[in-house]
């Protein structure tokens, strides 16, 4: 089981979080200026990133927070957690031990 | 009595304890396991195997058992697939053998074996695609032949824990590298868990007698465990597996706390739990000796060769008269030795290598024991058990037979293919293992959590290796977490000079045809042969996975413990391919099996699974007869019958009374959601379809939520309290999902919105108070109201109080009828609820539950999200265009306008007249054009709600129908269960009060 460090609560197991997917994808402002394919791949179409990337954690049974975290999708290790708002930290530039080679 | 050796062995012959197996009385003693006991008592044959019911006896010692399988107690006590070799005798047990009737001597079904050659390498697979009629022949023969034990019918009466645990540095595995890993682990100070799944701690130590430091391994071992129970930051976790090992160094593990004990001494918890979050893992689990498959190696009396020496040293169990060692390594020269001097005859030493000149082999010869280098068994002799071993020379390349075979009369075979690590947990915990061609095994190699392999685990299968290793990583692990170890060196064992292994995986018996020859078993638990392997690979199935499957490879309770690997190297012989390139299948958990009941816990009776929420008025509900039904976590009235009243007369009487005179039903189970702040407004606008910011306080509004796929969420009513504050209802089941929705938009894609939220479902008690004489009866108790249908309109929301306690009413409707939902602070529920009974008295007040509510809302058209819609279904899909504002963004607005949701042909919400108005639709049920269809029919759609109307006096149906809206007037045909379709109209779903009069009560 993973552990996450809320960034509101500190460390915590992964029961007491709930995933969010993946980070960072705005809602279009002007949904209409969108042609269907546009809007249809902000609905449906992710990176689904081999290696690090950004993702949405709620903190569902804790604060009930949603914060982001960096998370490695092969080893699944987390690099780094922050709040809405916070400046984005770095994606490691590193391969990760265990990872396919 | 039981006869036993000379040999020292860790029984305690003081005490005795009587067993019965297969009803017979037996005698072992205390130490003894399952196995040991059995074997003691001259028991060889012990079962049948799953495919053949071919007689098996024991073949290992340990965890890695394919054919010790049995049927422990009986009743709701009862065990099936017990490790014979693993669990303890006590007094007054009785057990049976797995997969043999009526015993394992004389087994009815045996008669597969006779057939064997109809059952080869996935027959289950072809039977599957055999006619249809001719698997309804087979199907129960196959049935009573398969599977293992008996799961027990009957509730289970023991209890279960589970704990968390928390430690420095786990070690897992107390055979000699673990103990040294923990002894040096803890003397730095560091918290020290060590877990291990036998009776006794020791390992591989308690079948050895070595010399450790100079002493007796036996004398080292004592003091060596005084040691670590006298540290006050060292567990000690004895009769418990690590069975899995998952992200973040948490490993579970179950401890067996009375399964050893008869059942007058079980106190307690039955199993245990410990899930360890451990900040390094030592992993000392040792290795699993393998078997090399020759002719009908599965009689009773081919065991492995450690498993020989563990009865011979441990047990003191005389296993036999006469053996032969079969081996390709220098290890199984010990068990020749240990056979010597437990006085038995050991015939010969046969050994596949050319030259053994190992320090344990000077001592076999040294004995007088025949060595047969460069040879090989080539198939044992006898009946259900070995009575000779047939053996034959190698050729120098080792491919083919030579000369003639000769014949060694023996009632013991006792076989060495190599070692396995048991590298289970550390490919569960992501790491990779790679093919060591010196050592022939897969070793560790990438790991990825923080952790370490020592010992044999580690593939390093000395003894001398194995301590220096242990001692190394307990230091090490200390010593990165901030302690600081004491440098005390590891503790000494001989080194021993050794030949090399060489590889050995069968027989080559045909040189063309290596698939020819006796049956060789590589998987005993599933009768798997070597010839099965090849014939899957000339069916074609070449990845190891499908070998696996197409096999059933390594799918037994053992989990091909000893059959996987070697499974694997002859797969690679038959691909002409190496071993790493064939690769291993995927190691997941568990270890070994976990019971159902350690997996839950406390939660065994299911009544801590799953918090019960009840509502406030809850006690009434069931004073007054009311049968309850889950909705969610929620128990919700569901009808109230009186006298002998069914289902259906109960909800007729509850429904007719409502629409009559005035029904009153419990409504607090809707979620609420409270919305405060300056831009409370401006939210609910993106969250629902409809216009938020014109709403008048005191007034309410019907919304709907969509997903940004455009399809419907949930609905709800929601009210405006003051400018800034608005109080959402939500459908009971989507209390929590909404409140995740709105948080997961407001927290990240709208920080700036100043919006405060609060759920509040528990807070407060609802009283539906429905039908056209329900002013009449709110009006007398609740004060401060004006009920004047004008100056208090539908979807008006109003302040007042019962009885001085402050109540909220708001005018909304979910049956068609006049309807007032009373609110109040929960405490307080039951008090109003019985002031509204009370005061409904004079018009017959009749409670009604969720069936009535389902039915009076069917009626009236209106839509439950979940039942009605499935995820699939926009808003438009079920006609509520108007309820879709034009004039703002909002929430899955732009997806209303993809393609796909502009089809005309997509399924629309209409509702179902059935032509014959008796009948009542299935839920559930296809909508057909014709009413007889060749299979596969075209589905139309189906029905998502049916009742018997009791208003109507007919059935009436809502349903979702591919272009519906456009269909209305047109016969459609539903398939029933039994086979029939009935005919029905689409219409309307608007059945009583299209117009909507019925709630203007003046
Ligand atoms: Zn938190």
Request: charged fraction near 20%.
């Amino acid at each position: 089981m993973l552990q996450l460090q809320c960034p509101f609560c500190g460390l915590r197991d992964e029961s007491e979080f709930s995933f969010g997917g993946e980070a960072h994808i705005a809602r279009p402002l002007e949904p209409d200026a969108l042609s269907d394919e546009e809007w249809a791949d902000y609905l449906f179409n992710r990176s689904n990133v081999k290696g690090f990337h950004r993702e949405m954690w709620l903190h569902a049974a804790g604060c009930r927070q949603w914060f982001y975290a960096i998370r490695n999708t092969v080893s699944y290790e987390f690099t780094a957690f922050y709040r809405v708002g916070d400046p984005l930290p770095d994606l490691p530039n590193r391969s990760v031990p265990g990872a396919a080679k | 009595m039981t006869n036993r050796l000379d040999t020292a062995g860790r029984i305690d012959r003081s005490k005795p304890i009587s067993f019965r197996f297969n009803g017979k009385g037996y005698v072992g003693y205390q130490g003894d396991t399952i196995a040991s006991a059995l074997l003691a008592n001259g028991v060889k044959v012990i079962g049948r195997s799953w495919k053949y019911h071919r007689a098996r006896g024991f073949m290992g010692d340990g965890v890695e058992e394919a054919n010790g399988l049995f049927q422990v107690q009986t009743g709701a006590k009862t065990i099936p697939n017990v490790r014979g070799t693993q669990a303890e005798i006590y007094e007054g047990l009785e057990f049976t053998s797995t997969n043999a009737w009526p015993n394992p001597n004389f087994d009815v079904l045996a008669l597969f074996g006779k057939f064997s050659f109809m059952l080869p390498a996935g027959f289950y697979y072809k039977t599957f695609m055999w006619p249809a009629k001719l698997w309804m022949t087979y199907e129960h023969i196959i049935r009573k032949a398969s599977g293992l034990g008996v799961a027990p019918k009957e509730q289970d009466t023991d209890h279960y824990e589970k704990t968390n645990e928390h430690c420095d540095v786990l070690v897992v595995g107390a055979g000699p590298s673990g103990i040294v890993a923990a002894l040096h682990a803890a003397r730095a100070d560091a918290r020290v868990l060590l877990v291990d799944e036998q009776s006794e701690m020791g390992g591989r130590l308690l079948s050895q007698n070595v010399q450790i430091e100079g002493n007796a391994s036996s004398e080292w071992l004592r003091s060596a465990l005084l040691e670590l129970q006298a540290f006050e930051n060292v567990t000690l976790l004895g009769r418990t597996t690590a069975f899995g090992y998952h992200d973040g160094n948490f490993v579970t593990a179950v401890q067996r706390l009375t399964d050893h004990l008869p059942e007058s001494k079980q106190r307690g918890a039955r199993e245990k739990v410990f899930r360890i979050r451990a900040k390094q893992v030592i992993l000392a689990t040792g290795a699993h000796e393998r078997p090399i498959p020759f002719g009908y190696n599965d009689r009773a009396g081919v065991m492995l060769a450690s498993a020989v020496s563990s009865y011979v040293v441990r047990y003191s169990a005389p296993l036999a008269k006469r053996a032969v060692v079969f081996t390709n390594n220098d290890g199984a020269y010990q068990t020749a030795i240990d056979l010597h001097r437990a006085g038995i005859t050991v015939s010969a030493v046969v050994d596949s290598r050319s030259e053994t000149n190992g320090d344990l082999p000077e001592i076999v010869r040294g004995l007088g024991i025949e060595v047969l280098t460069q040879s090989t068994v080539v198939k044992s002799k006898g009946g259900k058990s070995v009575t000779g071993a047939y053996v034959q020379s190698l050729s120098d390349d080792s491919k083919s037979l030579v000369g003639a075979s000769r014949l060694f009369e023996c009632d013991l075979i006792a076989v060495s293919g190599g070692w396995n690590p048991a590298i289970h947990l550390l490919a569960q915990s992501g790491g990779k293992v790679k093919w060591n061609d010196a050592k022939v095994c897969f070793e560790p190699d990438v790991v990825v959590q923080k952790q370490v392999s020592v010992g044999a685990a580690n593939a390093s299968f000395s003894l001398a290796e194995g301590l220096q290793e242990g001692a190394q990583a307990g230091d090490a692990a200390a010593k990165t977490l901030g302690f600081d170890p004491a440098t005390n060196a590891a503790p000494k064992a001989d080194s021993i000079k050794e030949q090399a292994i060489q590889p050995m995986w069968r027989v080559p018996y045909n040189a063309d045809k290596p698939w020819d020859g006796p049956k060789q078993f590589v998987d005993f638990q599933n009768d798997v042969s070597v010839s099965d392997i090849y014939l899957a690979v000339r069916e074609g199935f070449h990845s190891v996975e499908h070998v696996k499957r197409y096999t059933a490879l390594g799918f037994g309770t053992d989990q091909g413990k000893t059959g996987n690997i070697v499974g694997m190297a002859i797969l690679a012989d038959a691909l002409d391919k190496d071993i790493p390139s064939t690769g291993t299948t995927t190691f997941r958990p568990n270890y070994t099996p976990v019971t159902f009941g350690a997996v839950a816990g406390p939660d065994i009776d299911g009544t801590m699974f799953d918090p019960v929420r009840k509502t406030a008025i809850h006690q009434w509900h069931a004073e007054h007869g009311a049968l309850f039904e889950n909705v969610g976590q929620w128990h919700r009235p569901w009808y109230y019958p009186q006298g002998n009243e069914t289902l259906q007369e109960a909800v007729n009487r509850e429904c007719l009374a409502t629409r009559n005179s005035v029904g009153i039903m419990d409504a607090s189970t809707l979620g609420k959601i409270e919305i405060k702040g300056k831009d409370a407004s401006k939210f609910l606008e993106m969250i629902y379809t409809n216009n938020w910011k014109k709403l008048a306080v005191g007034m309410a509004r019907y919304g709907f939520m969509l997903g940004e796929d455009g399809m419907v969420m949930d609905d709800g009513v929601t009210v405006r309290l003051a400018d800034d504050h608005f109080f959402m209802h939500t459908t009971t089941g989507g209390a929590a999902s909404v409140m995740n929705w709105l948080e997961v938009w407001l927290q990240t894609e709208w920080p700036e919105l100043e919006v405060f939220m609060t759920s509040v479902t528990d807070h407060w008690s609802t009283a539906a108070v429905v039908g056209p004489n329900s002013r009449k009866v709110v009006s007398s108790v609740v004060d401060g109201i004006d009920f004047d249908k004008d100056a208090f309109p539908f979807m008006g929301s109003r302040h007042g109080s019962i009885d001085g306690v402050p109540v909220w009413v708001n005018r909304i409707s979910f049956s068609g009828e006049l309807a007032y939902e009373v609110n109040v602070n929960a405490n307080q529920g039951r008090h109003v609820w019985e002031r509204l009974w009370a005061a409904g008295q004079p018009y017959d007040i009749t409670a009604y539950g969720t069936e009535t509510l389902h039915v009076l809302r069917a009626e009236k058209g209106y839509v439950i999200v979940g039942q009605d819609t499935d995820g699939s279904v926009s808003p438009e899909d079920l006609g509520m265009q108007w309820a879709m504002s034009k004039t703002k963004d909002y929430l899955g607005r732009r997806s209303l306008a993809l393609q796909e949701l502009r089809r005309e042909d997509r399924k629309q919400f209409v509702g179902l007249l059935t032509v014959d108005p008796k009948i009542v639709l299935e839920e559930g049920g296809q909508i057909l054009n014709e009413p007889a269809q060749q299979i596969p029919a075209t589905m139309l759609g189906h029905v998502t709600s049916s009742y018997h109307s009791a208003c109507l006096d007919r059935s009436i149906a809502l349903a979702l129908v591919r272009n519906g809206h456009k269909r209305q007037g047109e016969t459609i045909y539903v398939s029933m269960n039994d086979g029939r379709t009935v005919p029905a109209v689409i219409g309307s779903t608007v059945f009583i009060d299209p117009k909507g009069e019925r709630q203007n009560v003046a």
